[in-house]
């Protein structure tokens, strides 16, 4: 009984979806009365785009030679911990 009643909700729910729009029933879309013109929009200046030099980011190879030498085997889980406060913060 179940199985009929799913089967023909799918049916109908198929049959309805099938119908075609047609351009005289479409209703007018709002906001498209409010967009700005093709043509403001092609005219409207462009930002130019950010330069960023590749020597202002940081990379891990930076504070590879500082972590070699401030991190040891009898200090690194102090190290590690504050690293993971420091993470947790964020």
């Given amino acids: 009984m179940k199985k009929l009643a799913l089967t023909s909700i799918c049916i109908l729910a198929l ?14 879309d709002p906001s498209a009365k409010n967009a ?3 043509t403001a929009a092609t005219t409207a200046a462009t930002p ?3 330069k960023v030099n590749d020597t202002d980011l940081a990379t891990p190879a930076d504070f590879e030679a500082a972590a070699e030498t401030a991190i040891t ?3 690194y ?3 590690l911990a504050t690293l993971e406060t420091d993470v947790a913060k964020e």
């Fill in 73 to 75: 085997a009898k200090n």
């Fill in 36 to 38: 700005p013109s093709a």
């Fill in 15 to 28: 049959a309805a979806c099938d119908k075609p729009a047609t351009p005289d029933t479409k209703p007018d």
């Fill in 77 to 79: 889980k102090a190290e």
């Fill in 48 to 50: 130019a785009p950010v």
